[in-house]
């Protein structure tokens, strides 16, 4: 139900760049958002006259909120009121701070041969209230100069634009190695985000062939509804947490579907869903560890001592999930997306490691490789 809350209540408050409703948007639960697209080609110059499209991607399906064309310096501007959905408050140092999911979108942009898509998230607890800004780019593929050699696969040719499917899929999210009398645990707090990569490839829908590799065009955001944490692990291991996700693949055409230019151009679309019940369950994985400390941000504590570490935000992809999903028609696909836990400011999953005793003199180092704590090593080292 969460999700269909969203639909309706865009449905019912989005405003365009041709039209513009009279609405009070300074409500807690709406936040309102002047977004611009801005369209432009690899080297940066501004492309003007470029039709653009901006949908929500829910678990309902996709839902345009705006359209119009990009202006002399390619732009396309409009204004939309997005839901706040609460998630949890957070006390920090006195302060209490309201958090919410997370929104994800998607632009297109398309003239004569050429498309772009960008799929995205809004972060309303990151956004000013009760207005804010927010622009995102597109840089647009000459369909005409993609890779005619693909063909059609083995395996048959996608299903016609309109098909949609849904897959959970157990998802990697933090990773942490522990030793002989170094125990650790985490836990994730509702409100937490888990970022995913989005990828796309083109097709010719009235020939069947597939037109491109797989494009990377962004990426989703779920929001975690539930609390999920561990009790103390040791030993000589490296522990993944993993997360069920719910995944969506899709095919829809390249707007506008106009034979003089894009050949009956469609798309397939493979992208993370927040379902508002995420995650469906979490678990572990378990390989071993030869107690080697990389490079990196250390931490260290004491014997019989413990330290708390948050899981702090990374933009870019520790890991790889490899998803295939099996179409009606015999039709099979198999990609590798990247994934990385707490990409902006958000409730902090946190890493809790104690250390036991061991030989005198020593104590327990902490490491991560990239400074966010996603993924950890630690080991016993001399003080």
Avoid at 90 to 98: E, L, P, V
Avoid at 127 to 145: A, E, G, K, R
Avoid at 261 to 266: E, K, P, T, W
Avoid at 356 to 376: A, C, E, H, M, P
Wanted: include cysteine; proline fraction near 4%; charge should be neutral.
């Amino acid at each position: 139900m969460k999700n269909t809350y969203v639909i309706l209540l865009l449905m019912a408050i989005i405003t365009t760049s041709t039209v513009n409703l009279a609405i009070a948007d300074n409500t807690k639960d709406k936040q309102t958002v002047f977004l611009t697209v801005s369209v432009h080609d690899s080297d940066g110059y501004p492309l003007n006259e470029f039709n653009v499209r901006l949908c929500l991607l829910s678990t309902e399906g996709v839902l345009e909120l705006a359209s119009g064309t990009t202006n002399t310096i390619g732009e396309f501007l409009t204004k939309i009121v997005i839901p706040r959905i609460y998630k949890t408050t957070i006390i920090n140092r006195g302060q209490a701070k309201d958090y919410y999911a997370a929104i994800n979108l998607m632009a297109e942009a398309y003239k004569e041969n050429k498309d772009g898509v960008t799929i995205f998230s809004l972060y309303p607890a990151e956004l000013d209230w009760p207005t804010d800004s927010y622009t995102v780019d597109i840089q647009p593929t000459d369909l005409s100069t993609l890779n005619k050699g693909v063909g059609i696969l083995s395996g048959g040719s996608p299903p016609q634009p309109g098909y949609v499917d849904y897959q959970w899929k157990d998802t990697r999210v933090l990773e942490f190695a522990t030793w002989t009398n170094i125990s650790a645990k985490y836990n994730y707090p509702v409100g937490a985000y888990m970022k995913v990569e989005s990828q796309i490839r083109y097709y010719n829908a009235s020939s069947g062939q597939i037109t491109s590799g797989w494009i990377s065009a962004g990426s989703t955001t779920a929001t975690l509804d539930t609390q999920r944490y561990s009790s103390y692990v040791s030993g000589k291991y490296i522990y993944g947490v993993i997360f069920q996700l719910r995944y969506q693949y899709r095919t829809e055409w390249v707007t506008p579907v106009d034979p003089k230019y894009s050949g009956y151009m469609a798309r397939e679309v493979v992208a993370l869903i927040d379902t508002g019940s995420d995650p469906n369950y979490n678990g572990f994985s378990t390989s071993s560890y030869d107690g080697y400390l990389p490079s990196g941000t250390s931490t260290y504590t004491g014997q019989l001592n413990g330290v708390v570490i948050s899981v702090t935000g990374g933009t870019n992809y520790i890991w790889s999930l490899s998803i295939g999903f099996s179409v009606g028609t015999g039709y099979s696909i198999s990609l590798s997306l990247g994934i990385s836990a707490q990409p902006v400011a958000a409730p902090r999953g946190t890493i809790d490691y104690y250390a036991g005793t061991w030989t005198q003199g020593y104590r327990v180092k902490i490491v991560s490789q990239d400074g966010t704590w996603r993924y950890t090593k630690a080991n016993w080292v001399p003080s």
